[in-house]
């Protein structure tokens, strides 16, 4: 089975940077992915790597090593919307049908 | 908005009741997903099915069913409830390949009093 490990929150203030780590353990690996979600909504898909390097888009950025079972999501210049919760996730199954495994979420609190 | 649309929003009803909830995916995606989010068990994945068909299956219970019908929407049956199964039930969809992102409606709210 998989499983995912990541830090249940973090704290920071506006203009700041942070770096949400997510370590996995799965029996198949077919790319980590990130999804926001704020209080009671839809998560939200923000990135996915399938390979090792950095992914860009816009404020986000996420990386991923293969070989050391990681990856993180990068926020800069955050914004009080910012505050959420963010999820990796990995998928489960092959070509014929796959699932999403989530992580237990890290709750962003972004302050003034 | 991710296009994947969600009825009822809210459902409130008693023990041993059976519920049923919709989800129409977004236009062109082929595969839906149901995932279940609760306090104590964060997201959780249910089901999948491709095309009418079930391709995947997560830690769905005997009292739930799901299918999917050839106007591609989907339902999720949920019979004999128990308080336990509260919850935030989302629907996702996607496209076709491994690399296609799940997007997720707004969910349906479920309780059980």
């Known amino acids: 089975g998989q499983s995912l490990e990541q830090p249940s929150e973090v704290t920071a203030v506006e203009g700041a940077i942070v770096q949400i780590n997510c370590t996995y353990q799965t029996s198949g690996f077919y790319g980590l992915s990130w999804y926001q979600q704020h209080d009671g909504g839809a998560p939200t898909f923000l990135s996915y790597n399938a390979l090792d390097g950095l992914e860009e888009t816009g404020r986000f950025s996420s990386f991923l090593s293969r070989s050391d079972s990681y990856g993180y999501l990068l926020l800069q210049e955050l914004q009080m919307k910012d505050s959420a919760s963010y999820f990796c996730?990995?998928?489960?199954?092959?070509?014929?049908?796959?699932?999403?495994?989530f992580g237990k979420g890290t709750t962003l609190s972004v302050s003034s | 908005d991710s296009g994947v649309t969600q009825t009822p929003k809210h459902l409130i009803t008693a023990t041993g009741q059976r519920v049923t909830l919709r989800c129409s995916p977004r236009s062109g995606d082929l595969s839906v997903y149901w995932y279940q989010q609760s306090l104590d068990q964060g997201l959780q994945f249910l089901i999948q099915?491709?095309?009418?068909?079930?391709?995947a299956k997560g830690n769905i219970l005997e009292r739930f069913s799901a299918q999917q019908f050839p106007d591609l929407h989907s339902e999720l049956n949920l019979s004999s409830l128990e308080l336990g199964d509260s919850a935030l039930y989302f629907c996702?969809?996607?496209?076709?390949?491994?690399?296609?992102?799940?997007?997720f409606g707004d969910g349906t709210r479920l309780s059980i009093l």
């Open positions: 099915y491709y095309n009418g068909e079930e391709r």
């Open positions: 996730a990995v998928r489960e199954g092959n070509q014929a049908g796959t699932a999403l495994i």
């Open positions: 996702a969809s996607s496209g076709t390949g491994l690399n296609q992102p799940q997007h």
